[in-house]
T-cell receptor
Framework: SQTIHQWPATLVQPVGSPLSLECTVEGTSNPNLYWYRQAAGRGLQLLFYSVGIGQISSEVPQNLSASRPQDRQFILSSKKLLLSDSGFYLC???????????FGNGTRLTVT | GENVEQHPSTLSVQEGDSAVIKCTYSDSASNYFPWYKQELGKGPQLIIDIRSNVGEKKDQRIAVTLNKTAKHFSLHITETQPEDSAVYFCAATGRNTGFQKLVFGTGTRLLVSP
């Protein structure tokens, strides 16, 4: 069966520090991969998605970037965090367009 | 692009009552409509989905209905239980993005009181 791993579960970082959140998927190949952010009590905002290695689509201009160095690995990064980067970050995958989207358990990031 | 609106934002019911959450979408070519349940501190979990060639789908106490003409779809939960309390999100996938992205509603916080 397929599983998605996302880490760390929680993270507290000072303003101006770098960020690296990692997500890996097991049990499938060539998945579509997604990074979402959820502000407290808010909906799901799509940040990036990828349909293949090295292919990244950005949804909103921001302080973050994404990379996909391997087929089942998706990384969310920042060189210098801002207070506004605080939130709940969710990685997700799906096998095909119009198939179910499966989420990881998320990383709660607090920038202080 | 696709726009999904969800109502109500909060819903309080008594245990055993039914709950209905409604969503509308803008892209008439959308053809996949999932519903997610998110418990506190966790990622959303898929609870049911429906495709545009079907008008209704049921899974035990949960059902989803789709009206393509009106471009709206609804989640129905019958015989609600306290463990149904969570935030529920609807979503749709549209033609404008090659059906690669899901656009989510803003969520409904459901509270089931014992």
């Amino acid at each position: 069966s397929q599983t998605i791993h996302q880490w760390p579960a929680t993270l507290v970082q000072p303003v101006g520090s770098p960020l690296s959140l990692e997500c890996t998927v097991e049990g499938t190949s060539n998945p579509n991969l997604y990074w979402y952010r959820q502000a407290a009590g808010r909906g799901l905002q799509l940040l990036f998605y990828s349909v293949g290695i090295g292919q990244i689509s950005s949804e909103v201009p921001q302080n973050l970037s994404a990379s996909r160095p391997q087929d089942r690995q998706f990384i969310l990064s920042s060189k210098k965090l801002l207070l506004s980067d605080s939130g709940f970050y969710l990685c997700a995958w799906r096998s095909l367009n119009n198939s179910p989207l499966h989420f990881g358990n998320g990383t709660r990031l607090t920038v202080t | 692009g696709e726009n999904v609106e969800q109502h109500p934002s909060t819903l309080s019911v008594q245990e055993g009552d039914s709950a209905v959450i409604k969503c509308t979408y803008s892209d008439s070519a959308s053809n996949y409509f999932p519903w997610y349940k998110q418990e506190l501190g966790k990622g959303p979990q898929l609870i049911i989905d429906i495709r545009s060639n079907v008008g209704e789908k049921k899974d035990q106490r949960i059902a989803v209905t789709l009206n393509k003409t009106a471009k709206h779809f609804s989640l129905h939960i019958t015989e609600t239980q306290p463990e149904d309390s969570a935030v529920y999100f609807c979503a749709a996938t549209g033609r404008n993005t090659g059906f690669q992205k899901l656009v989510f509603g803003t969520g409904t916080r459901l509270l089931v009181s014992p």
